[in-house]
C-alpha cells in the first residue's frame, strides 16, 4: 500500500494543497488591502488554469499505457479523489443544491441515484473490467462478444453508443465553463469557452489519462475546499458546528416552523393571490384567441398613442412602444407566449411546499405519481452511473484488481465528502433567506441581491419585485434560478469577495476535470477502437497516441462549438444521457461476466433494443423532441426512459442468446479467466 | 466441481446478497418515505435523513464491505492452491 511512490505523490500534494492555502490567504490580504473584485476573479481564473496546464505538462507522454491508461499504477487512493473529480461534474457543483433548494425533498433522487449506481460498478463491473486489462469499454465487448469480423460489428456499437452518452455531457460541462468564465472574470461567454478549452487541451493533449488523473487530483482538492467553506460558514453562523451534515439536522426543525408561518401569512397569500390573478387574466386571452390577439394589439397601439397625445414623459413612450414592439406578431405566437406566461404565474402562485415533505400532492394519486417517478428517475441515475464510460474506463488505471475494488470505495467516500454536503447547504441557505430576506425592506436589499440580479438581463437568475406594492419583502416575490444558489452562497453567508472566487474556481475545476475525463473517453474510442482496430491494425505506437491527440482536438473544438451555440435542447438531455448509457451498455456489461451463455447476437440485439426503446420513448414523451406529455407510460417522465430501455435490453439479450448457439470456447475461457482472482 | 468454480460460487453469492441489500435499502427508504416522515432522528425527519445521507452511506459500507470480503476469499481461494 504505502510504496515510494504513493509517499512521492503523498508529498507532492500535501505541497500543493498548502501552497494553494497560501494563495487563499496572500488574496484575503490583498482584498483588505482595496484589491477590485475583477482581478481576484481574473487572478483565481488564470491561477488555476496555469495550474492544470503546468501539471499536464509535467506529465506529458507518447507511451501508449501512459497515455491510455495512465501507465496502470494510480494507487486506489488517488485514483479515488480523480475518479471522484471526474464525476462531480458542473451539474452536480453549480446546479444541484440549487435544484435541492427549490425541490426541496423530490431533490434528493440525485443524492441517491448517483452514489448508488457505485454500488453496481463496485460489485458487477469495476474489478472485472481491470481483470481483463485492455484500454477501453469496447475493446470489452469487442473481446467477450466477438462474433464475426473479429469483433467489428459489436466494437462500432460499443463506440456509437460511448460517443452519444459522452458528447451530450461534454457538451453541457463546456458551456458551464463558458458561463463561469464569462461571470467571474467580464470576458465574453465564447471567449470564456476557449480560455477553458485552452486548459482542458494542453493537459489531455500532452499526457492523455496519465496527465488528466493528476490535474483531477488537484481539481478534486480544489472542488473540496471550494464547496466545504461557505457551507462550514453558515453552519457556524446558524447551527452553531462547523460540521454542515450534522449542524442542519437542528436547523431543519426551525425551518419547518418558519414555513408552517409563511404558509399561513396573509401577505403571502395576497402575493399568490396577484400571480394567479394573472395567469387567470392570460388563460382568458387564450380562450379567446384569434379576437382577443387583435384586441391586444389595437389595445396596445391605443396606449401609445395616448401616452403620445398626453404628451407623456419619454420614459412611458419607450414603455408603451416596447410593449407594442414586443407584443405577438402572429396568433400562434400569441398562444405559445400566452400559455407560456400563464404557466409562470401559476407556477409562482402555487403554493409554499414544506421542505422535508416527501412527494407533496394535492391528493394520494398525485402523491404517488411523484413517489414513482422518483424511484425510476433513482434507477436510472444509478444504472446510468454504471455505464458511464468515462468512469468505468478508470478501471483500468489502477495496479491490481483488489485496487479497483478499494478504489471505487475511495472515490464514493470523496464524492460523499462533497454530496453529503449539498443537501446540508440548501438547507442552511434556505433557512438564512427565509428568516433574514424574507420580511426585510425593500429599501434595503443586501447588494448580493442586486448584483446577481443584473448579471444576465435577458435570463434574471434571480429577480425580486414588490408584487403586492407593500414594501416588505414576500417570499413569493422572491425567484431564484437553481444555477445561482452556489455561486452566491458566500456573498448570502457575508464572507469576503475570496470565497466567492474560490467558489468559481471550484466551479471550474468540476467542470474541467469532467469535461476532460469525457474527451478523453471520445477520443480513446475512435483512435484506439476505430482506428487502431479496424482501419489501421498496423499502426506504430508513436502513431497510435498522435492519432488519438489529434482526434481529441478535433472533438474538443466540435464540442466548444456546439457549446458555443449556447444549445439548450442538448443542456436539457444530459439528464437523458444517463438513461442511454443505462439502457445501450448496461445489459451487455453485466451479462458478460456473470452469464457465460450471452452471446454476440444476444449483445447485439441488447445493445439495439435498449437503444431504441430508450430513445422511442424520449421522442415520444419530450416535448423538447417533439413528444408529448400525454404519450407518458405510467406518467414516466421522459428523461427515465431507462426504466423501459434496461429490462428491454436485458430481455433481448437473453432470449436472442437462448435461440442462437452457445458462444464458442474462446469466449468461455475468457470469461474463465476473468472470474480468476489474481 | 473444480477449484474455480468454487471461488466463482462464494463470490456470486455474496455479489447476490449484496445487490439485494442495495435494492432493498434503496427500495424501501422511497417506497415507505410517506411513513417514515412522521419520525425524527437528531431532529431530522426519519425518511429526509435516510434519503439524503443514511442511503449514502449504506452504500458506502457495501462497497467497503465488499472490498474486504473479497480480498479474504481470494486468499483463500490462494491458500487452496498450497493445499
Keep these: ?678 | 466441481m473444480d477449484k474455480l468454480e468454487r471461488h466463482w460460487r462464494r463470490v456470486s453469492r455474496m455479489t447476490g446478497s449484496l445487490l439485494a441489500t442495495w435494492l432493498l435499502t434503496t427500495f424501501c427508504i422511497i417506497f415507505f418515505a410517506r411513513e417514515l416522515s412522521g419520525l425524527t432522528i437528531f431532529g431530522w425527519p426519519l425518511s429526509f435523513y435516510l434519503a439524503a445521507q443514511g442511503a449514502s452511506l449504506i452504500y458506502l459500507a457495501i462497497i467497503g464491505f465488499y472490498a474486504w470480503r473479497m480480498r479474504r476469499l481470494e486468499r483463500l481461494y490462494r491458500n487452496e492452491d498450497a493445499a
Design chain 1, 1 to 678: 500500500m504505502r510504496t515510494p511512490f504513493f509517499r512521492k505523490l503523498q508529498r507532492y500534494y500535501t505541497i500543493f494543497a498548502s501552497c494553494f492555502a497560501m494563495f487563499l490567504l496572500a488574496l484575503a490580504m490583498l482584498e483588505k488591502e482595496g484589491m477590485p473584485r475583477l482581478w481576484i476573479g481574473y487572478l483565481f481564473m488564470f491561477a488555476t488554469i496555469i495550474l492544470y496546464a503546468a501539471i499536464g505538462v509535467i506529465s506529458r507522454t507518447s507511451n501508449v499505457a501512459e497515455y491510455y491508461v495512465a501507465g496502470r499504477r494510480v494507487p486506489s487512493l488517488f485514483n479515488g479523489m480523480a475518479t471522484a473529480a471526474d464525476w462531480i461534474s458542473a451539474a452536480s457543483f453549480i446546479s444541484l443544491a440549487g435544484g435541492l433548494y427549490l425541490h426541496g425533498f423530490d431533490g434528493l433522487a440525485y443524492i441517491m441515484g448517483w452514489t448508488g449506481g457505485y454500488c453496481l460498478v463496485a460489485l458487477l463491473i469495476g474489478p472485472y473490467l481491470r481483470k481483463f486489462g485492455q484500454y477501453t469499454i469496447p475493446d470489452f465487448f469487442a473481446a467477450r462478444y466477438g462474433g464475426g469480423f473479429n469483433g467489428r460489428a459489436v466494437r462500432l456499437m460499443a463506440v456509437g453508443a460511448t460517443i452519444v452518452v459522452s458528447f451530450t455531457y461534454v457538451v453541457a460541462q463546456i458551456y458551464a465553463v463558458g458561463l463561469i468564465a464569462s461571470r467571474f472574470t467580464g470576458v465574453d461567454f465564447s471567449v470564456g469557452i476557449f480560455l477553458g478549452l485552452a486548459s482542458i487541451l494542453v493537459c489531455s493533449f500532452l499526457g492523455g489519462m496519465r496527465a488528466i488523473t493528476w490535474t483531477q487530483v488537484a481539481q478534486y482538492i480544489i472542488i473540496l475546499v471550494a464547496f466545504l467553506m461557505p457551507a462550514m460558514w453558515l453552519a457556524v453562523k446558524h447551527g452553531g458546528n462547523p460540521v454542515p451534515q450534522v449542524a442542519y439536522g437542528k436547523l431543519l426543525p426551525k425551518l419547518s416552523a418558519r414555513e408552517t408561518q409563511l404558509a399561513q401569512d396573509e401577505k403571502e397569500s395576497e402575493v399568490r393571490e396577484v400571480f394567479l390573478q394573472r395567469a387567470e387574466d392570460f388563460d382568458v386571452r387564450l380562450h379567446g384567441l384569434p379576437a382577443s390577439w387583435d384586441s391586444g394589439r389595437l389595445e396596445a397601439q391605443h396606449n401609445l398613442d395616448m401616452v403620445k397625445q398626453r404628451n407623456g414623459s419619454l420614459l412611458e413612450i419607450r414603455a408603451a412602444e416596447r410593449a407594442l414592439a414586443d407584443y405577438p406578431k402572429t396568433v400562434e405566437d400569441a398562444a405559445a407566449v400566452w400559455a407560456a406566461q400563464r404557466n409562470y404565474n401559476l407556477a409562482r402562485g402555487r403554493e409554499l411546499v414544506k421542505h422535508a415533505e416527501p412527494f407533496p400532492g394535492a391528493n394520494r394519486e398525485q402523491s404517488d405519481q411523484k413517489r414513482n417517478n422518483f424511484l425510476a428517475l433513482v434507477f436510472c441515475l444509478m444504472v446510468g452511473t454504471a455505464a458511464l464510460p468515462h468512469i468505468l474506463m478508470r478501471s483500468y488505471t489502477t495496479p491490481s484488481v483488489q485496487e479497483t475494488r478499494v478504489s471505487v470505495f475511495w472515490t464514493l467516500f470523496f464524492i460523499l465528502l462533497v454530496y453529503l454536503t449539498i443537501p446540508a447547504l440548501a438547507v442552511l441557505v434556505k433557512y438564512d433567506i427565509y428568516s433574514s430576506l424574507v420580511g426585510s425592506d425593500f429599501a434595503h436589499l443586501p447588494t448580493w441581491v442586486s448584483y446577481w440580479a443584473n448579471v444576465d438581463k435577458a435570463n434574471p437568475l434571480l429577480s425580486i419585485s414588490d408584487v403586492n406594492l407593500d414594501g416588505i419583502v414576500q417570499l413569493a416575490e422572491i425567484q431564484i434560478d437553481s444555477d445561482v444558489l452556489v455561486l452566491a452562497t458566500p456573498e448570502i453567508a457575508g464572507l469576503p469577495y475570496v470565497v466567492s472566487g474560490l467558489v468559481a474556481a471550484g466551479g471550474l475545476a468540476a467542470a474541467l476535470s469532467t469535461a476532460d475525463g469525457l474527451l478523453l473517453a471520445i477520443s480513446n474510442a475512435l483512435s484506439h477502437d476505430v482506428y487502431y482496430k479496424l482501419v489501421d491494425p498496423q499502426a506504430s505506437t508513436q502513431k497510435r497516441v498522435t492519432i488519438s491527440k489529434l482526434l481529441l482536438l478535433a472533438v474538443a473544438f466540435i464540442a466548444a462549438y456546439a457549446a458555443s451555440t449556447k444549445p439548450g435542447d442538448i443542456l436539457s438531455l444530459v439528464g437523458a444521457a444517463f438513461s442511454l448509457a443505462a439502457s445501450t451498455l448496461f445489459p451487455a456489461l453485466v451479462a458478460g461476466v456473470f452469464w457465460q451463455r450471452a452471446n454476440h447476437q444476444g449483445a447485439m440485439a441488447a445493445m439495439v433494443a435498449g437503444f431504441f426503446t430508450c430513445l422511442y420513448y424520449m421522442l415520444h414523451a419530450n416535448p423538447v423532441l417533439g413528444g408529448s406529455i400525454s404519450g407518458q407510460w405510467f406518467g414516466i417522465a421522459a428523461n427515465s426512459a431507462g426504466v423501459f430501455g434496461v429490462p428491454a435490453g436485458l430481455a433481448a439479450l437473453v432470449l436472442v442468446s437462448l435461440l442462437t448457439p452457445a458462444p464458442d470456447a474462446r469466449t468461455l475461457s475468457l470469461v474463465r479467466h476473468i472470474r480468476t482472482p489474481e
